[in-house]
C-alpha cells in the first residue's frame, strides 16, 4: 500500500513561509481533500511532495522515498497541476505516448487511458485546439498513464461544466475503489463533499485539521433540528418546560444545539402533533468557515512571514 508522509515540512520563499512545518499522512482507498484559502500552501505542497520545489526543512516521500529517489516516478505518481497550462501542438495521441515512453510504459496505455477519460474520439486532434475541459481529462489521463497507485489532482473540477464536475467526482471515486491513494486539492466545499473521504485543511501554511468529512462537519457545526406541527403554543411550551430554545422561520420551528434522538422522543411523549421533524444537515461550507473564522493565525491580516 502506497501512502504519501510529510513530516515537518516547511517551504519559506524569500519573503513569505508558504509551508510552516507541517506533518499529515495520504491513505490508500480513499479520496483526501486539501483545503485552504488562497495562499494557504497546498499547491507548494503539492510540489514539494512531487519534487518540483525542494523544502527548506523536512521531508514528504511517497511510499517511504522522496520523489526523486523513484525510478519511474509517472508509475508511482500520477499528478495534474495546472491542465490550462497544456497549449502542445501536438496530439494528445502524441503528447501521451512521448510520456510513455520516456517512462517505460506500454505504448498501449496511451490509448486505454485516452478512452478511459472519454477523449478516444479526440485523440488525434491538437491539444491546443482543446477546451478547458479536454485539457483537464487529458491532464488526468497523463496523471493515469502509468496506473500509479498515487494520484494527485490540483484543482481538478476548476473551470469545468457540470457534465465535467460529475464526471471528475465519479472518477476520483473510482480511483479510490480501487484501492489508490487520492489527494485533492479545491475551492469548491460542496463539490469536495461530494468526493472525499478525508479532509485535510493547511491555513497560513500549517494543518488545521485532519480528520474524516463527516467528523470534521460534526467538529464544527453545532446540530439543529427541524420541526413543523399544528400546535405551536404546545410545541413552546413543552420545549420550554424542557429549557429548550426554538426559533421559528417561515413556518418551521429551528432548535439549536439538539438531535432528533432528544426532540423526537420528547415531543411524542408530550403529544405535540408534529408534521414534520429532521436533523439538519450540516454542510461542509458552514465548518470550514466556522473553522477558519474560528482561528485567529489564519483571520489575522498579517502575513505568516512578517510574525514575529
Ligand atoms: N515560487 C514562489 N515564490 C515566492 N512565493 C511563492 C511561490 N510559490 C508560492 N508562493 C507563496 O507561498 C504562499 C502559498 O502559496 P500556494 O500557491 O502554495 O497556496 P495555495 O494554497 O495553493 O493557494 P491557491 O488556493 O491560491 O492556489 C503564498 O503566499 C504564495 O504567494
Known sequence: MTSIEVRELSKVYRRTRAVDGIDFSVRPGRV???????GAGKSTTMRLILGLDRPSSGTATIGGRRFRDIDWPLRTVGALLDAAAAHSARTAHDHLLALAVGNRIPARRVTAVLEEV?????????????????????????????DPPVVMLDEPSNGLDPEGIIWIRETLRRLAGEGRTVLVSSHLMGETAAFADQLIVLGRGRVLADTALQTFIGDHVQ?????????????????????????????????QGQRLDRIGPL??????????????????????????????????????????
Open 32 to 38: 483526501t481533500g486539501f483545503l485552504g484559502p488562497n
Open 223 to 255: 446540530p439543529r433540528v427541524r420541526v413543523r406541527t399544528t400546535d405551536e403554543a404546545r410545541l413552546r411550551e413543552v420545549l420550554a418546560g424542557a429549557g429548550i430554545d426554538a426559533i421559528e422561520e417561515s413556518g418551521h420551528w429551528f432548535i
Open 118 to 146: 472519454g477523449l478516444g474520439a479526440m485523440a488525434r486532434r491538437r491539444v491546443r485546439t482543446y477546451s478547458l475541459g479536454m485539457r483537464q481529462r487529458l491532464g488526468i489521463a497523463a496523471a493515469l498513464l502509468g
Open 267 to 308: 415531543l411524542a411523549g408530550a403529544g405535540v402533533p408534529v408534521l414534520e421533524l429532521s436533523d439538519e444537515q450540516a454542510s461542509l461550507e458552514q465548518a470550514y468557515l466556522e473553522l477558519t473564522s474560528a482561528d485567529s493565525e489564519y483571520a489575522a491580516t498579517t502575513p505568516a512571514s512578517e510574525k514575529a
